[in-house]
């Protein structure tokens, strides 16, 4: 009896509980409340099959690309930074889609190899370079500006590509990069493109339809360290992209000059040797599905489906163990790097 009594002083607290759950659960199998259960878990599930059916169509709904391309003998598009990786990708995309292209980069030798080779390649094409430093702050895009102005056509493509972490080491504390290097990451990756976007616009406007291309990244929905100047600048980006789709909307051009933003993960390049399985991808890949969500509608999205599927599982995650990811990754790869350089020496 004791016993009894003592178990019952012990766990009366969960009576109050386990009356209310038996109210509920007694009030759950009525009628009514089975009816109700059924409604909700069909718009539910109605709901997720819309917005999964809508997933799978952006990326197979044919593009309206081919709007901008005005005439036969090829529009013209400018791709900023498009020596190496992603930038050479666009380049060579948008030449075998009917483009003229105008190639930027601060290394002539190198602007010159990759004009021969897109010549080569694409015969009917039209290609010109232009020489400019985005991670100077003496306004290299009036080089750039004026370059435009002496083609023999209408620009009516504006890739900003051009960016990337563009210092050595890549990974640093924010402390440890010196004054000069945040300038030439905030050049770089924010200055120049804004700066360029507002001196082509009007041209843009004149030659409408137009398109402008901002690469953004993935880092600027995370706290990444070591990269934090950089991702900073991807997330003006982003900001400055929808802002100025909203403006453009304003001005009664939201038809005429569509804005929008690729959100890139990762991806080969010249500066990205990192390998994730699955989720990796070459820039011909980004870019090729970058170009197929033109005319979707949207501002901000990634360009190619493992990109947006990575983006997916990624937000499943709790935030501290994504968090806890991401800051042992960053740790490794700021490892790898020092130990490659000490290497060097």
């Given amino acids: ?42 718009v ?31 529009s013209w598009a400018v791709v900023t930074g498009a020596t190496d990786g992603i930038g050479r990708a666009w380049a060579d995309e948008l ?13 002539p030798d190198k602007l010159e190899r990759v004009k021969k080779e897109l010549a080569a390649k694409y015969p009917k094409r039209t290609l010109d370079t232009v020489v400019a430093d985005a991670s100077r702050s003496d306004h290299p895009e009036q080089a750039v500006v004026d370059k435009v102005k002496q083609l023999p056509g209408k620009l009516v493509i504006l890739v900003n590509n051009v960016g990337g972490a563009v210092v050595s080491p890549a990974y640093q504390t924010h402390a440890e990069m010196t004054p000069s290097n945040i300038d030439t990451v905030l050049n770089t990756n924010a200055r120049f493109p804004i ?14 339809p137009a398109l ?45 000059i569509e804005v929008k933003c690729i959100t890139i993960n990762n991806t080969r390049s010249a500066g990205n040797k990192t390998e994730m399985p699955v989720f990796t991808i070459d820039g011909g890949e980004l870019v090729r599905g970058s170009l197929g969500k033109v005319g979707d509608g949207e501002v901000i999205e990634f360009g190619h489906w493992r990109h947006a599927v990575q983006a997916f599982v990624v937000g499943l995650l709790p935030g501290r163990v994504l968090r806890g990811y991401l800051l042992d990754q960053m740790r490794m790869r700021k490892v790898v790097e020092e130990e490659e350089v000490a290497k060097s020496r």
Wanted: glycine letters at 8%; one cysteine or more; proline letters at 3%.
């Fill in 1 to 42: 009896m004791d016993n009894k009594e003592e178990l019952y002083k012990r766990f009366r607290i969960f009576a109050v509980p386990i009356y209310y759950l038996q109210r509920v659960y007694g009030l759950w199998r009525t009628e009514t409340a089975q009816l109700t259960t059924a409604v909700v878990g069909t």
């Fill in 95 to 107: 030449s075998n889609r009917g483009f003229n292209i105008l190639l930027h980069g601060r290394n």
């Fill in 44 to 74: 539910v599930i109605g709901l997720a099959a819309y917005r999964f059916a809508l997933f799978i169509w952006s990326f197979v709904r044919p593009s309206t690309l081919e709007r901008y391309c005005h005439v036969e003998t090829g």
């Fill in 195 to 208: 700066h360029l976007t507002s001196l082509l616009l009007p041209l843009l406007r004149a030659n409408k």
């Fill in 212 to 256: 402008i291309l901002n690469c953004g990244s993935a880092t600027a929905n995370f706290g990444i360290p070591y990269l934090a100047a950089y991702s900073g600048t991807k997330a003006l980006i982003e900001g400055f992209t929808r802002s100025l789709d909203a403006e453009l909307e304003c001005e009664g051009l939201g038809k005429d």
